[in-house]
């Protein structure tokens, strides 16, 4: 399993970027996806998820409203479209995956900062000035 994070780079506040996550080696559609943002001297934060059935969350009230989680199973990708940008949302950006075949739903309201995602991407940067 791998995981490809692109997108990233410089953007004035107010601006949007549209961050990928693509899968190889697997089959995304039968996992969720999430997004984390993590900044120097901090604690990688969850942003969102997505699960294999379409369902979303997102761990905070600041992306709600800016951002958008989506995927396309075709393309074995997920995106997050991130508009009105502050420079608070600034950092690097990386998916992580976890199997989403069963019971119990991957993608809900607490799979965020401290749920054990099983795979990662590297991050990609996200610096947005003011």
């Known amino acids: 399993v791998q995981l490809q994070a692109s997108g990233g780079g410089l953007v004035q506040a107010g601006g949007s970027l549209r961050l990928s996550c693509q899968g190889s080696?697997?089959?995304?559609?039968?996992?969720?996806i999430a997004w984390f943002r993590q900044v120097p001297g901090k604690e990688r934060e969850g942003v969102s998820c997505?699960?294999?059935?379409?369902?979303?969350?997102y761990f905070s009230d600041s992306p709600k409203g800016r951002f958008t989680i989506s995927r396309d199973n075709a393309k074995n990708t997920v995106y997050l479209q991130m508009n009105s940008l502050r420079p608070e949302d600034t950092g690097v950006y990386y998916c992580?995956?976890?199997?989403?075949?069963?019971?119990?739903?991957?993608?809900?309201?607490?799979?965020?900062?401290?749920?054990?995602?099983?795979?990662w991407g590297q991050g990609t940067l996200v610096t947005v000035s003011s």
């Open positions: 992580a995956a976890k199997s989403d075949v069963g019971p119990h739903p991957r993608c809900t309201a607490y799979s965020g900062t401290y749920y054990p995602w099983d795979y």
């Open positions: 080696g697997f089959s995304l559609g039968y996992y969720a």
């Open positions: 997505i699960g294999s059935s379409g369902t979303t969350a």
